[in-house]
Structures are given as structure tokens and as C-alpha cells.
């Protein structure tokens, strides 16, 4: 079993207690899984005490003896009982009067249990300092990346032999899906904003391609049923369909998000030219990343070059269903920092990995544009994934 170095470990957490010490916070109590797998590399069940100085301790409720196989951490003690956490936390961090957490996910039932518990004491939240540690991917995240990305290109390069007319969206999907896995892909793909979710990603064809769903993207797809009511449906795939495949690799943990557009025949000629048109904006915020540059302005440069084109009508999606941005952050989860948008001005730095999608949506008919999965390495953008950009007729 290959687990995460301990240098990792420490560094990340180094880093978390330089953070806790600017903003006068004396410790912080970590909870959710993905920030529990960074900070431990272990998601067993439990809690991260994190002093502002000092040792870090993973208390654990369950599995003890499997967190204690996973995590590179001197400190990993049982955790017996909730009422108990008070003390352990005065033992491992001192006497405290801010406690950092992640309010961001953390239920309100539960909010209020730990306030009732730590009496005394302010509960502050640190989710977004966690958010913008993670948003700098290490050498060592990079990699694992990687290794996702040769997944994601694989799933990829077998879209022409499974891409069948007469063959149903979701039994396509079935298909790249049972490829992942053996690739080892690990199956869910996880999001941290509330009610987001999605299983693989997106494989539509034709109308089901811009079928509205409540999912934050520029697509979504009619799903199996309102109860999961997004991706691929049982629409039959024809002869002279466009088929989106926007799929999620997960490796190792990490997200790699990338896309394709392919047609069962010739597509037709309005959309050859929108998606030369996004290729080009994909490749002028390409160009446009320089060290330094806000996230802000790449988006802004999106935007603007596709109200030039003749594309704001459906750039990104319609009317109050389109997507605000034009690229997100990937890692442990799929909604990550920094996003695209002209609310977020992230200046571009060394580490940042995100998905950068300029899409061009046609009613009911087809899509055009990628997604490509791009790292930040100090100098400009280098593209994870290397497969045809153009739309690939099957």
C-alpha cells in the first residue's frame, strides 16, 4: 500500500501552523476526509489536532489500526469519547481560545455540538486557509497527478473503439467506466460545495447534451432518474450525433478533469467553426498565463473574447443556467481553488492545477470547446493530458 511521505505530511502541516500563527488562532480540529487524507494521509474516522506550535495529534475513533498503518504521524491516539475532546485538545495544543474548523462543510447539528462542547472557547473557521494550502500542488501531488492523467488519456483513446451507433448513453459510459476502474481509477470523485456531486462526469449525446440539470457547469444531462438527475441517460446514440465525454479520472485520491467532443459522422459546419473559435480562446488564456497574472483576468479574457466571437448567448451555457467561469481547480476534490471567475483574483503561481473549459453550447443539439487540465509550473501552463483538441469523427 503505498502511502503519502512523511516530509509531505509535515511540510503541509508546517504550513497549516504558520497560517494558524498570523491570524492568531491557536489551533485547529480537522475533520473532513479530504482535509483529514492531506494533513494525516489517512481518512480514517476521527479528528487532526493541529497546535499553532507544537505536535500534531491524529485522534482517532475508527479504524485505529488502519490509521496507524497510513499515517506517517508520530502522535495517532484512540479517541474514546466526544465529551473527552476538550481536555485531549488542552493536552495536545494547550490552553486555547481559538479553535480553527471547517465550517464550510461542517453540518450546523454538529457545529453546535462542538461549540456546546468547547465551552469557552471561539470556534473560527479555517476552511478557506485550508483551501487556498491545498490550492499549491507539491512534486509529489504532481505526480500522482500525472499518473490520473494517463488514465484520463487512455479512457480517452478508447472512446472510438466503445463509441457505437445503436448503443445507449449509458451502456457507453459503462464501458469507459469498467476501463477506469482496471486503470485504477477509484471510483467517486469527490466535491466540497454543499449538494454538489457527480459519479465519473458527463457522457451525453445529441439533445441530452444541454439538458439542464441543477449541477454547477456549463452542462449537466438528463441522468437515469430525478433522484440522480445528471449525466448519461438511456438515450439511444444515432448515426450523425455529437457525444460529449467529460470524464473525471481519480487516482491516488486526485482529480484529473478533462474533454472531448466526438460525432458519429461529419459534424456539422457552424460547429466545426465554434469549436475552432473556443480552441482559440482555450489557446489565448494558454498564452495570456504568465506568472502574476489574476485568475480574474484569465477569465475576463474568456469571457470577452466570446462576446466578440457572437458567443455570449451561449458561452459557458444560457441565460441563468450558465456557468460563471471558465476553469476550476482540481485535486483532492473537484471544485478546488483557484476558479476562473471574475469574483476570484488568485495570481497565477508555481503548483497551481486547474481545468480550463471554454465550451460553446448549441440548444438541444450539440457542444463544442474542451477541457484540459492544466499545471502552473512557474513559467506557464503545461497541459497533463495530450490528445486530438479537434473534434474527432468515429
Not at 481518512?43 to 490509521?67: I, M, N
Not at 459534424?267 to 498565463?289: F, S, T, Y
Not at 475576463?300 to 457572437?310: N, S, V
Request: net charge neutral; aromatic share 10%; hydrophobic share 40%.
Amino acid at each position: 500500500m503505498e502511502t503519502t511521505p512523511k516530509k509531505e505530511i509535515e511540510s503541509r502541516i508546517a504550513k497549516l501552523q504558520g497560517e494558524l500563527q498570523k491570524k492568531g488562532i491557536d489551533g485547529a480540529l480537522i475533520t473532513q476526509n479530504a482535509d483529514l487524507f492531506y494533513f494525516t494521509g489517512s481518512c480514517q474516522k476521527g479528528h487532526l489536532v493541529v497546535p499553532a506550535k507544537g505536535e500534531a495529534c491524529y485522534l482517532v475513533t475508527r479504524s485505529f489500526d488502519r490509521a496507524k498503518m497510513e499515517t506517517p504521524l508520530a502522535r495517532v491516539e484512540y479517541q474514546r469519547g466526544f465529551k473527552e475532546l476538550p481536555a485531549k485538545v488542552q493536552e495536545i495544543a494547550g490552553s486555547f481560545k481559538k479553535l480553527g474548523m471547517e465550517l464550510d462543510v461542517l453540518p450546523t447539528a454538529l457545529y453546535l455540538r462542538y461549540r456546546d462542547t468547547f465551552t469557552g472557547a471561539e470556534l473560527v473557521d479555517i476552511s478557506l486557509l485550508i483551501r487556498e494550502l491545498r490550492m499549491y500542488k507539491s512534486s509529489y501531488e504532481l505526480g500522482i497527478m500525472r499518473k490520473g492523467a494517463e488514465v484520463s488519456q487512455k479512457m480517452l483513446q478508447a472512446v472510438p473503439h466503445f463509441l457505437k451507433a445503436g448503443k445507449r448513453e449509458i451502456e457507453f459510459a459503462a464501458d469507459l467506466e469498467h476501463l477506469a476502474r482496471t486503470l485504477g481509477h477509484q471510483g467517486a470523485v469527490r466535491m466540497r460545495q454543499y449538494n454538489q456531486e457527480v459519479f465519473y462526469g458527463h457522457i451525453m449525446s445529441g439533445a441530452n447534451i444541454t439538458f439542464s440539470s441543477f449541477f454547477d457547469g456549463p452542462t449537466g444531462g438528463p441522468g437515469l432518474s430525478p433522484a440522480y438527475p445528471q449525466g448519461p441517460g438511456r438515450k439511444v446514440i444515432e448515426k450523425g450525433d455529437v457525444v460529449l465525454v467529460d470524464y473525471v479520472a481519480v487516482y491516488g485520491g486526485y482529480c484529473v478533469d478533462n474533454t472531448r467532443i466526438f460525432c458519429l459522422g461529419d459534424p456539422p459546419g457552424a460547429l466545426k467553426k465554434a469549436h475552432r473559435d473556443a480552441l482559440l480562446i482555450h489557446d489565448e488564456v494558454i498564452e495570456a498565463a504568465k506568472p502574476g497574472v489574476p485568475s480574474s483576468e484569465l477569465a475576463k479574457l474568456a469571457f470577452d473574447l466570446a462576446r466578440e466571437m457572437g458567443y455570449e448567448e451561449n458561452f459557458m451555457g444560457y441565460g441563468s443556467e450558465k456557468a460563471g467561469f471558465v476553469g476550476h481547480g482540481v485535486g483532492l476534490e473537484l471544485d478546488e481553488l483557484p476558479v476562473l471567475t471574475a469574483r476570484q483574483h488568485y495570481p497565477l503561481a508555481e503548483g497551481m492545477v486547474f481545468a480550463l473549459e471554454p465550451k460553446i453550447l448549441f440548444k438541444g443539439s450539440a457542444i463544442a470547446g474542451i477541457e484540459n487540465t492544466v499545471y502552473f509550473n512557474g513559467r506557464h501552463l503545461e497541459k497533463l493530458v495530450v490528445y486530438p483538441e479537434e473534434i474527432v469523427s468515429v
